[in-house]
């Protein structure tokens, strides 16, 4: 490729919206360009990353046995219903209607395409295990589209889905498919990246695991342990639970608080407790379903974690407003509040054996002081919905836990039955009896993984590519291009190194060596080849890799072979 | 890959609903699974012959200097607006709404993307010219899908657009696109193919080609000359328009034809004339307006060309219903009719000059004879409305012109400045002066050039992949898997051949020499190598082509050399 003909605008300005650096550079690099909101198009080297980064995606899956198929972008209602999906997911899907008024949805992953596949085809036990996976243009309708290609709407994703007999076949399958994801960070060139348990979210199923790029950009929050190997999405994480003290049980105590509401503001109004001597109430509706509330109480200084709470409760909640409830803000407590139709009680396993704590009074300006677990309260329900937070214990070997942020780079799931049972996939055994296939399912998204490439690599000069999936491995600067002997030989070595199979850009344009190196170097092209009429006239060039392996005057002819050897290393 | 575990159901008997001969075996070869109306899964085999195919294209496209981008499925409206074509395209575009209520389409095609992407950055003559291209789904919601892969509603297809300072820098990158056309096809081993003049229809623009698979199976009527180089669409198609015979002009006369409406009836009513002796109305509506009414004569025997008609009036016409109008249906005619605000009369070029022929009369059960071209009706508007048939003349030779049925597999357009001028895309000259670039676009369907091999090779036996886009070159046919020294040499073979980079499939069923033979001539794989405890006591294996190429029993290890050297030939 010549660089005077490369489509991609190359700027020294930050576009003002973009704050992470993935997305500054890429976008500064000409490498994406936005046209709508979690919309891109990619233009020529993103196009090309993206390419070799798909590669190494079907290597490694054709590696598991994995059988490469194209699944629909756009799927019919009906097939969504099977699964009870087309309602269960809201906003983030799209529907659409055909001329015929058919309605239609744009798939977000492609379970009930993959069951509906092989239902009819599949029908004994020794077909199974099998595996299928596209990569395919999927499209979801995020609410905060960000960071470039961090989170988008539209994007390129590796979707498989495994079907196994049992379910250790399938932990078996699991195994082998969380090895390969490792392979295939690892190949793309990720160093910063992690496996996390996670929650399976709208998938359905139970064990997953997250790959996750950690960077301080991340969306997501890691809980890791300090000492052993324990590391989980947040969503998930679980420490140990401290025990309250024993102590003497005190008295009920009405106390006017006036407008004392939120938890900082009552323990400064009594003075002599802490947040851990408080309970907090947060209040939460089922989506779509106002009329009925979810109070959660939970130790004062802990944070409910939404996620353990919607598995808990099995429903889509989001925070409550309470205008319509019984329920007065900054003074619910657990002392006499009844559960009903309309208000459902959960408290967090904090909660438990705590005395003599400050609650809410049900009334307006008013806590209880004193009250204890057991005698003033007695939950029904009690989980754990809170979040772990840095310091907090680890729940395998007690050492200390800390907190960092990442960004989901993979995913993988061991879904169990929830699509083949409800569209109903069954085989036969060997003992000729019906049974329900297993399923796993295992993502990447091709577009995050260059964001996290470029988040991970890109330094003050701009983007840097592992070589592996650099758009082009080489590129050759040729100053002063106007002179002849210049033009000659970077010709030629443009020609030799593109037919040895190796990527290279050919700097071709009248322009500064300064501008050019700035170019390569906001690219992230990993070796750069400077060719001028001084070093020509010693039949020399200057080769240089941005890894710092290569930085060296060699002979012209020479650096042919040494190229090669670093791209074989 | 194993056909144990190879997904797909491989069926005897011929689905109901399919008609033409890739439909039917795609569909018994497991290659493609109905998802919806004109909506496929491709199969893992369908998917690898898609892969290969892009391969080809990808490689004949960057050969001429194509460079590789991905644009969005899914783009706002005010895109689309830019064009004007959010208007212009009718159901044909799906529409949809984000869940911020904002409209989106679907890609049909990519002009207003392509035009997106570079127009900020490509400022300056010297950018030019430049071709950018992808490989990517879209979806037109088709009326009447039909015949398998033929015609579908979501596909894969490589769209190109290339920007050019003049026409003729347009039209000489054109002629590169045309011979890499001519290339692809005939790498993924189309011969029964031509190049066809055709219209440019929704794109806009002006010279257009067509590349036409010909087979009886075609939805395209194409016109081929019998003696010149002359191919057209019959959309564009043009032949010599016969002079009428110079006779004496007769007196008009008002006949009672009561009920005779068609041109037949007509024609028998009077008995001495032929349909040559008529003319013919023809009515239709714009779309969307049915006020308005085109009224189009044209000698009785010749039909009404669409296509033409379109270009001609620069509207989306359809043919109309006369319930709100004052025009009688069969008995229309040009005497005394007058074009209005509601009315406009549209005259193919056949009926100039006529004499004495029969019209219409514009009144109920009565027609005209002896109307005379000049004296009783004098067109303003003259067209070439009118559609070629077999036996007319070659306007380039005056050689007799056929008619013949054909798909279309790609396309070339030359687009000129629709697209840059409306989306005001500008560069600077080398005079420093703003122009608009000239654009061209070429389209290719995967899935379509997948259907048009699959009519043009299979056989009685079922599909037959040339062996360039063949899913799996080789298939061993291990007979007696279960015999120990079978399974070891078809597994030896299966490895040696795999690691030379031959793609294979192992068929290690338990299953019946005919069964195996059965499936591997159904899916079309080129090569079988039968392994049996019979040969194999001789150090033998049997080798044979479809293609009749290889037919021998060879040693075993011979029979690697061979498939190498029959792979590179």
């Known amino acids: 490729m010549r660089m005077s003909k490369l489509i991609g605008e190359r700027t020294k300005t930050t576009p003002s919206d973009a704050v992470i650096k993935s997305h500054k550079l890429l976008l500064r690099a000409g490498f994406i360009k936005l046209v709508a909101n979690g919309i891109w198009t990619l233009a020529p080297p993103a196009q090309r990353i993206s390419e070799k980064i798909k590669n190494i995606i079907r290597e490694e899956m ?163 342990c300090s000492n052993c190997d324990y590391k989980a999405n947040m969503e998930v994480a679980e420490c140990v639970k401290e025990k309250p003290q024993e102590t003497k049980m005190l008295g009920l105590k009405e106390v006017y608080t006036g407008n004392a509401k939120e938890i900082k503001e009552v323990v400064d109004f009594f003075g002599d407790i802490t947040q851990k001597d408080m309970l907090k109430a947060v209040v939460y509706n089922i989506k779509g379903d106002v009329e009925k509330n979810i109070v959660c109480f939970i130790r004062g200084d802990l944070e409910i974690n939404e996620s353990k709470l919607k598995v808990v409760t099995n429903a889509n909640i989001v925070p409550a407003s309470l205008n319509d409830s019984n329920l007065i803000a900054g003074n619910i407590g657990p002392v006499g509040l009844k559960a009903s139709e309309k208000l459902e009680i959960i408290y967090d396993q904090s909660v438990e054996g705590l005395l003599n704590v400050v609650v809410g009074a049900n009334k307006e300006g008013y806590h209880i002081a004193n009250a204890c677990y057991g005698r003033d309260f007695m939950p029904t329900k009690i989980y754990d919905i809170s979040k772990v937070k840095d310091g907090d214990k680890c729940i395998r070997c007690g050492s200390k836990l800390y907190v960092k942020k990442g960004i989901e780079i993979g995913n993988i799931f061991q879904l169990g039955t929830k699509y083949t049972k409800s569209m109903g996939m069954t085989v036969l055994n060997n003992e000729g009896k019906e049974i329900t296939p297993i399923m796993g399912c295992y993502g990447i998204g091709v577009g995050r993984a260059i964001a996290a490439v470029a988040e991970e690599y890109a330094d003050e000069k701009g983007l840097l590519w592992p070589k592996e999936i650099a758009p082009w491995l080489v590129y050759i600067c040729a100053i002063r291009y106007d002179n002849e002997n210049v033009m000659m030989k970077s010709e030629e070595l443009y020609d030799i190194l593109t037919r040895e199979g190796i990527d290279v850009l050919l700097d071709d344009r009248i322009a500064s060596a300064g501008f050019k190196f700035a170019d390569c170097d906001l690219m992230g092209i990993p070796v750069r080849i400077v060719i001028s009429p001084r070093s020509l006239e010693k039949g020399m060039v200057e080769i240089q890799s941005r890894d710092g392996v290569l930085k060296e005057e060699i002979d012209f002819y020479k650096c042919i072979e040494l190229i090669k050897t670093y791209k074989a290393n």
Request: hydrophobic share 35%.
């Open 62 to 224: 054709d590696a598991i046995e994995g059988q490469e198929c194209l699944f629909p972008v756009v799927m019919p209602r009906e097939l969504w219903e099977e699964s009870g999906r087309y309602s269960d997911i809201k906003d983030e899907m799209v529907r659409l209607k055909d001329r015929n008024n058919r309605d239609l949805v744009l798939g977000m992953t492609h379970e009930e395409a993959a069951v509906h596949f092989v239902r009819d085809s599949v029908k004994s036990y020794n077909q199974l295990p099998f595996m299928i996976y596209q990569i395919q243009t999927k499209f979801r309708d995020e609410a905060r589209s960000r960071g470039g290609l961090i989170r988008v709407r539209e994007f390129t994703m590796k979707d498989a889905y495994s079907f196994h007999e049992t379910q250790s076949c399938l932990e078996e399958y699991y195994a082998r498919v969380y090895e390969a994801y490792n392979r295939i960070f690892k190949r793309i060139g990720l160093k910063n990246f992690i496996v996390v348990q996670s929650d399976s979210g709208m998938m359905g199923g139970s064990i997953a695991h997250e790959y996750m790029e950690l960077t301080d950009i991340g969306e997501d929050s890691i809980v890791l």
